[in-house]
């Protein structure tokens, strides 16, 4: 019988299969594996939703679905927690962001600033 984090797609003989990246069976003896919630991934032979981790740039908890970092905001890391505010003197435009860009020569903004337009002088 094929263990948790493998599964064997036909009865009889024959080897059983890790599960695919993205993928996790946390029962023995499966014919397939489950998919990750929304934008979570997890490694190759994971047996259990938790495995499932938000990818950068998404806010969550391991095993559940994740949402996009807003504008304003960014996640570098993998895994669970929330989005950080962009700091001072950077801005993030778009969703789903990594870091935050900085502003321009002699310009500030605030903490949270979403649009280049809010670096000034």
């Known amino acids: 019988a094929c263990g948790v ?3 064997k797609e ?3 003989s024959g080897t059983c299969a890790h599960c695919a990246a993205g993928t996790y069976q946390n029962t023995t003896e499966a014919s397939a594996c489950m998919g990750c919630p929304s934008n979570t991934n997890s490694l190759m032979g ?5 495995d499932c981790i938000c990818h ?3 806010q969550g908890s391991d095993g559940a679905a994740c949402s ?4 304003g905001t960014f996640k570098e890391t993998n895994g669970s ?3 950080a505010h962009c700091a001072a003197g ?3 435009n778009t969703t789903e962001a990594s870091a935050c860009m900085g502003c321009p020569s ?3 903004s605030l903490m949270g600033s979403d649009d280049i337009a809010d670096c000034i002088c």
């Open 56 to 58: 950068i740039g998404f």
């Open 46 to 50: 994971s047996d259990d939703i938790a």
């Open 106 to 108: 002699n310009t500030n």
């Open 68 to 71: 996009a970092c807003g504008v």
């Open 10 to 12: 036909t009865n009889g």
């Open 5 to 7: 984090g493998t599964f």
């Open 90 to 92: 950077t801005y993030q």
């Open 81 to 83: 927690g929330t989005c």
